[in-house]
């Protein structure tokens, strides 16, 4: 038996499923990833300036028209085969926790529900003075000032300086969102990590948590990853190919043993 179709098969025999995800995953929907070499007008800032407290009490318009641009980019891109496929494998399994790192609206859009957005969104800005939420305008932001600088709204509540609603370089995850991921670590018994470089922490954690708890891991990466050694079924590839395989190999499997 191939590894797919191990995997499909721990899958069949699983009871509560979490699905870990990071940027590659987005990257396939032509999202740029925060590691690779920011390209164009970007290129000459340190990505670490732009997502940080104080880089933002630096600069706020650049800040927040970089924001904007990375807004506009996930509104513009569309899911791709593998967000739409752990959308439905939800609905052929008895229990799926969704935990992204991601902060497009990506999975929201392909049909999962609810998401564990570790590191916020794009999409949920708030206040940096008083954290009351922004009500951002329905539709696609236009090029932020040719790409370089846009002001930030006020808040309406306190008349602070509005931020984007991403945890930065320094700030702690949301905690109640981060005891429901850990919680759900703890009780899976099977945890894919998909797209994910396995090097932000905490967040990177949680597979080897899984590991340690006894669930069955696996990988979904083109790339090794620290995550390699622990991983019960490393499988390289795409995520929008393998996932998409692996939905499809299920609902046949389960289908066939449904049938009279």
Request: proline share 10%; with cysteine; glycine share 8%.
């Amino acid at each position: 038996m191939d590894a797919l179709s191990s995997v499909v098969s721990r899958l069949q025999m699983a009871q509560h499923v979490v699905i870990f995800t990071g940027a590659g995953v987005s990257a396939e929907s032509a999202i740029p990833t925060f590691r690779d070499a920011l390209t164009g007008l970007w290129s000459r800032y340190d990505p670490s300036l732009l997502a940080s407290p104080e880089g933002f009490l630096s600069d706020p318009d650049l800040v927040w028209g970089w924001y904007e641009w990375r807004r506009r980019k996930s509104l513009l891109a569309a899911p791709n085969a593998a967000h739409r496929s752990i959308a439905a494998l939800a609905n052929c399994l008895p229990e799926l926790t969704l935990i992204t790192q991601n902060v497009d609206n990506l999975h929201e859009r392909s049909g999962s529900s609810p998401v564990l957005r570790l590191h916020g969104s794009l999409h949920h800005p708030r206040c940096f003075n008083c954290a009351t939420p922004y009500p951002l305008p329905e539709g696609i932001p236009d090029e932020p000032d040719g790409g370089r600088r846009l002001p930030p709204p006020r808040c309406g509540r306190c008349g602070g300086p509005v931020r984007p609603g991403v945890v930065w370089f320094g700030e702690s995850l949301p905690e109640p969102i981060w005891k429901q991921a850990e919680q759900a670590t703890d009780h899976c018994d099977l945890l894919f990590s998909i797209g994910t470089s396995s090097l932000v922490w905490p967040a990177a954690h949680l597979p080897f948590q899984a590991k340690q708890n006894g669930a069955t891991v696996v990988q979904v990466n083109p790339n090794a990853t620290t995550l390699d050694p622990v991983a019960d079924y490393n499988l390289r590839g795409l995520a929008g190919e393998i996932m998409p395989s692996i939905f499809h190999s299920l609902q046949s499997s389960l289908a066939a043993r449904s049938a009279p």
